[in-house]
């Protein structure tokens, strides 16, 4: 039986609209995994790696991790009065975070995921994920998964790819979520890297969380975070911001057939819209021109995508 | 059929003398693998690590990574008169490297790992390898890997362990050997990490190696290296100095039945001997006291190990 007869009976990507996009997914799968292609890949070769926040994940009006670092904050905030004099978290308390830049986000980080043991740790994140719930879809945030990119994981896994998470977002708080979120193991997350001291307390090890960055996950550090831990260049990178764009172009300079994707928020009305037409978002419009420069696939969220979310699948054909 | 007439059939480790140590082995993997047994971990837990240089490979009189420092130092040299002045430099220049302690050797790291792309750097040690010969020996590296080791990793591969290497040593380069060694794959190997920068050379994206350290993973630090990696407690570690005593600890520190298991350097005649007993060696008398005080398992090469090498399986049966 040959391909496309295999996806006439079986869709692998129902909650896609038929389009370029969609077809260049599965033209790619087919192209790197049947034997005997000329742009075949061994299995070893197939990495696929996905940003998340904004690819995988509702990002706004703040990603997961922000909400869970603002509710620390204000927890936090009686103890420490000097936070008063501090413009930036005064702001965030008083719920306006709509500038929060890298610099802050670090600091954030650095405040509220340390001075305690990372056991610790992931208890109170794990507790705050049961009950926390997005500002505008009343939903867990489990929820707020992208349905089609779940589709896409999955089409990759089932074709022997090894699925990394490769964030700028805190690695440890990532690890509270996502096996259940995408069912991809704590191993193959990537993020953002805070220190840790490994102590002594009533004569048992623990694992303590230092307010210190060892590394930041974004922009090159994707790609020198990736080096790290697996020394190969991904056979394929789902990006959808700037923080993204190096880690598309490491894919894109191996040999063989890569693949190369960036998400485009272009859907206030189900969604969001912060691509390049918004001049303020995360996806510049300098990386929409390396994009069609390169032959990156863009995903318009709008067209291309029949339904957003998990809970929406009902409404499509092959669920 | 039960396991001790699996046994008798085929010995996994037939390079083990029968006594404590083999015999500790055997009842562990047993323990936490047959199904029904009150110590039964699951796969996912399933994890061992292995420290390298003295667990799994010949250390002395230096390691295969030092050696390979050394000659990188004699060859840089010209191009830094300013070492002339750099008593630790001419000491190892002259061959005198009985006394390169850990800050010395990341300074080694730092100048003979850098100034050049991952990729250069990978081409340069793997050319070195081909050649390179221990001075006892007069063999390859790839020959002095511990038989009756490589009989322990395959015994727990084979029962749904995932095997880690951990070692104090540079993590680039092990990369460059440890799945010919050992069979490991590369995302498994664990070590100390130089800073990495991701930069453009004619438009192309590489990664060039910094000549500064980003984690130092050894002692303590194995264990914070294995947080980053794993997010758990090892099921068992192997190791053979006080660098490894962390991640014992740190393995015994988790509910469930845990391994522990130090390689004593005590055959002078077949290899080395580096002790306790030596009272100068990197296994010290506190370490040994600890190992009794905790149970862990201590390995007499002389006494557990029929034979040391690859080569000498010839000598024993069950090969």
């Not at 005997?36 to 299995?43: A, E, K, T």
């Not at 197939?46 to 940003?51: E, Q, S, V």
């Not at 995988?56 to 009686?78: N, Q």
């Amino acid at each position: 039986m040959v391909w496309a007869e295999i996806y006439a009976q079986t869709d692998p990507l129902p909650s896609w609209n038929e389009g370029a996009a969609k077809k260049s997914i599965l033209d790619y799968v087919q192209a790197v995994t049947q034997e005997g292609n000329s742009d075949y890949l061994p299995v070893e070769d197939r990495i696929a790696t996905f940003d998340q926040d904004g690819t995988l994940l509702v990002e706004k009006p703040s990603s997961v991790e922000m909400y869970y670092m603002f509710e620390r904050l204000r927890l936090l905030a009686p103890q420490h009065p000097e936070w008063k004099n501090l413009k930036i978290v005064q702001e965030i308390l008083a719920g306006d975070y709509s500038e929060v830049d890298l610099r802050t986000y670090l600091e954030m980080l650095a405040v509220t995921h340390s001075g305690m043991s990372v056991k610790a740790f992931h208890e109170m994140a794990q507790d705050w994920l049961k009950t926390a719930i997005h500002p505008r879809y009343k939903r867990p945030f489990k929820d707020l998964v992208y349905q089609p990119m779940l589709e896409v994981i999955q089409l990759f896994r089932d074709h022997g790819f090894k699925v990394y998470i490769v964030s700028g977002g805190g690695q440890e708080f990532m690890r509270n979520y996502t096996q259940q979120f995408y069912q991809i193991p704590l191993e193959r997350i990537l993020g953002t890297v805070l220190k840790v001291a490994y102590e002594y307390r009533d004569g048992n090890p623990i694992l303590w969380m230092l307010p210190e960055i060892l590394y930041v996950n974004d922009g090159p550090g994707k790609v020198e975070g990736l080096n790290l831990f697996i020394d190969k260049k991904p056979a394929a990178a789902f990006g959808n911001s700037t923080g993204d764009r190096q880690m598309l172009e490491w894919t894109q300079s191996a040999p063989g057939k890569r693949f190369e994707l960036l998400v485009h928020h272009d859907d206030a009305e189900r969604e969001y819209a912060y691509g390049p037409e918004a001049k303020s978002g995360t996806f510049s419009v300098d990386l929409m021109e390396e994009a069609k420069k390169r032959g990156w696939v863009v995903v318009s969220m709008k067209n291309d995508w029949k339904i957003m979310f998990p809970w929406e699948k009902e409404k499509v054909q092959g669920h």
